[in-house]
């Protein structure tokens, strides 16, 4: 005997096409004015982007991964979460942190390489910034193993790269999460390139949304330069987290380097970034905005100019940050060691820290 | 109540689960089958199958979504079913757990205790008799206990289930049910970073724990020499003062651990007391320990675990300095 004993497929999203035009019949429920926020948080998390690239490049800044042409996911995630959800970031989603209120001094302490900036993650209901890849994901499956835990009305929303797709800690997560039936929402944030390695190296599935399947759980494909199609998708998979989770591969295109440390003109040739300009996460809110007379271009000056001053308040109050090493000994348990204690004294005693 | 270190572990276990409802034990055959060496035996049917989780076979995930619970108001307590296993999340628990507190400034915490079983000598499979307390001391944010007997087992445990840290709790198997001790039945703690004299004496000090210390114990009342014999417990944080406090006394220092002789506990104890005691001492400092080759076999065990002959001599030397 020979039967077919599974069969999937993936669907595809997109709300908003790069002119600015809505599929009304996908259109999520809200005011107008709330894409006017969302717009001003993408023009916000751009503005953030494009200073702490130039403190970067001054040396004021560590080694940064920038978020250029990934707006929209960020946003469309952060809009779609309400305030009890955890986010739960890899290491490029500075919109998010700052769509959830975190103080921009703190971002900016933090990229300058104090984990003292990571203080206030807590209270934006976040996980701080993690770097190997991957690995943040177990943390947000057992996150939303809590919430069902103690019946909470909450979901986990975690991020990953398109590289990031083919480590153990992803399937492992999403297997976990879907055994359990947690409320987790994996954000997979595919912006065609891990470094210099190009999505198509990474796997040889078709879509990163079909992983969903093999762990038997919802995955969807959205365009992920479409504010609104990643609101809808996100917003759809939190009421249906009671359930258990969902995998949502957002489609971008990561516009700039990797981070600071590399350069893309050596293994990506400029004839692909091209075509992604005229889909540029923020031109078709502002063309659709626009068209319906809630938008200009003297506006978007005027956001633009409040914002920077924002951005230069908070990079000068982060400048005058005095570090203290001392936290690197008293913060690593919940009590101090006397070994811990005399390591901490002899540099102290012998002033071996200026 | 009388019991093996498996009953110690288990009644601390239920115990500490009937005091916090925050506790929540997961790992591989954890549940129904009580784990493989039968340690949460019957905590499935006290506290329900939300309490007690049968995970899917994958240990960065055991240890990654246990910090994750940790994090967010639980305290897991993940089962690695082996220590040799471990090193599938290895990455987990030093790469987060050890750096989550400090990564935030003390503004998030990962309670947690991460339980495995450690060390040779019942003829296992290859993998499944390692001994790797020095690598996940290392670094450092990482607690490491590991008891030698039932008392010291049931009372570590339950103070590292009252700790706001991610704790690495070894459980030698060789111990698990090698004797019976008459324990307290109610809940008692025995302390986090406080070495213990299993013996008193004048003219060595002999540091030891895990499946080493019955041995050296035995050693040293067969020979009828007089010697301090300490049992770390915790490995790290490292309880240097009552080692140093020891040396100096003895001014004969004899390190006897099962894990591997190189980069080890033994080692660093070594630096300590070269560092901190040199000129107290009589006899240089020996350590007694495992080669330094990956555990053998179990056909070949008998070869590479310290024995009491290994020691015995090793005591003889140090002494006839």
Request: aromatic share 8%; charged share 25%; net charge negative.
């Amino acid at each position: 005997m020979k039967k077919q004993v599974y069969s999937g497929a993936i669907d595809y999203l997109q709300v908003m096409d790069e002119n600015g035009n809505v599929d009304m019949q996908l259109m999520p429920d809200m005011p107008d004015s709330k894409i006017v926020d969302m717009y001003k948080y993408m023009l916000f998390a751009r503005n953030l982007d494009a200073k702490t690239l130039s403190l970067q490049r001054q040396g004021r800044a560590a080694t940064y991964a920038p978020l250029i042409g990934e707006e929209a996911t960020q946003i469309g995630v952060a809009s779609a979460m309400r305030k009890d959800d955890i986010f739960v970031p890899s290491f490029r989603q500075h919109g998010i942190y700052l769509a959830r209120g975190q103080p921009l001094e703190d971002y900016f302490i933090y990229w300058k390489g104090y984990e003292d900036g990571a203080k206030s993650t807590k209270q934006m209901n976040a996980l701080p910034v993690c770097v190997p890849v991957g690995t943040q994901l177990p943390h947000g499956a057992g996150v939303a193993f809590t919430q069902k835990h103690f019946k909470k009305d909450a979901v986990t929303i975690a991020f990953v790269g398109d590289g990031g797709t083919s480590e153990g800690d992803f399937y492992e997560s999403i297997n976990f999460a879907g055994v359990n039936k947690l409320p987790f929402i994996i954000i997979i944030e595919n912006n065609q390139w891990a470094i210099s390695v190009p999505r198509s190296r990474q796997t040889a599935a078709q879509t990163l949304a079909q992983k969903a399947i093999a762990a038997g759980i919802r995955g969807v494909q959205v365009d992920g330069n479409d504010v609104l199609a990643v609101y809808k998708a996100v917003s759809d998979a939190i009421v249906a987290a009671k359930d258990g989770p969902t995998v949502i591969e957002c489609l971008t295109y990561r516009m700039s380097m990797h981070t600071t440390a590399d350069d893309p003109t050596k293994y990506r040739p400029d004839s692909e970034v091209e075509p992604w300009k005229d889909k540029d996460p923020l031109k078709r809110v502002n063309m659709y905005l626009t068209a319906k007379g809630l938008w200009s271009s003297q506006l978007e000056q005027d956001t633009t100019a409040q914002q920077q001053k924002q951005i230069d308040g908070a990079v000068d109050k982060a400048e005058q940050f005095k570090p203290d090493p001392k936290g690197m000994f008293e913060t690593l348990y919940s009590f101090m060691p006397d070994t811990l204690k005399d390591e901490e004294r002899s540099a102290v005693e012998n002033n071996f820290w200026m | 109540m009388k019991t093996n270190m498996v009953g110690a572990i288990n009644n601390a276990l239920e115990l500490s689960m009937k005091e916090n409802d925050k506790i929540v034990l997961l790992g591989e055959d954890v549940g129904k089958d009580g784990g493989v060496f039968r340690v949460t035996e019957g905590l499935v049917d006290k506290f329900g199958s939300e309490r007690v989780v049968d995970t899917p076979l994958a240990e960065s995930s055991i240890i990654g979504a246990s910090i994750g619970m940790a994090l967010s108001g639980l305290h897991p307590v993940p089962e690695i079913q082996f220590a040799g296993f471990m090193l599938l999340s290895v990455s987990q628990l030093l790469n987060h757990a050890a750096r989550y507190r400090t990564r935030t400034r003390s503004t998030m915490s990962v309670p947690m205790v991460v339980r495995t079983p450690v060390s040779g000598g019942i003829k296992t499979l290859e993998h499944h008799s390692d001994s790797p307390e020095a690598l996940y001391s290392h670094i450092g944010g990482i607690i490491v206990v590991e008891p030698s007997n039932p008392y010291d087992a049931k009372g570590l445990l339950i103070k590292a289930l009252r700790m706001d840290d991610p704790v690495l709790f070894l459980e030698p198997t060789k111990l698990y049910r090698l004797f019976k001790q008459d324990i307290p039945d109610e809940m008692y703690e025995v302390p986090i970073g406080k070495a213990n004299y299993m013996r008193h004496g004048n003219d060595l000090t002999i540091v030891t724990y895990g499946t080493m210390a019955p041995v050296v114990q035995e050693v040293v009342e067969k020979k009828n020499v007089s010697a301090d014999v300490i049992d770390l417990r915790t490995i790290n944080p490292l309880d240097e003062q009552t080692i140093l406090e020891s040396v100096k006394r003895t001014g004969r220092a004899l390190i006897v651990h099962e894990a591997e002789l190189s980069f080890g506990v033994g080692a660093e104890i070594s630096a300590r007391i070269a560092e901190k005691a040199m000129f107290e001492l009589s006899a240089p400092i020996m350590r007694v320990a495992s080669p330094s080759l990956p555990y053998p076999f179990p056909g070949y065990e008998d070869y590479y675990v310290p024995n009491a002959k290994k020691i015995s001599t090793a005591i003889d030397k140090i002494l006839s300095v």
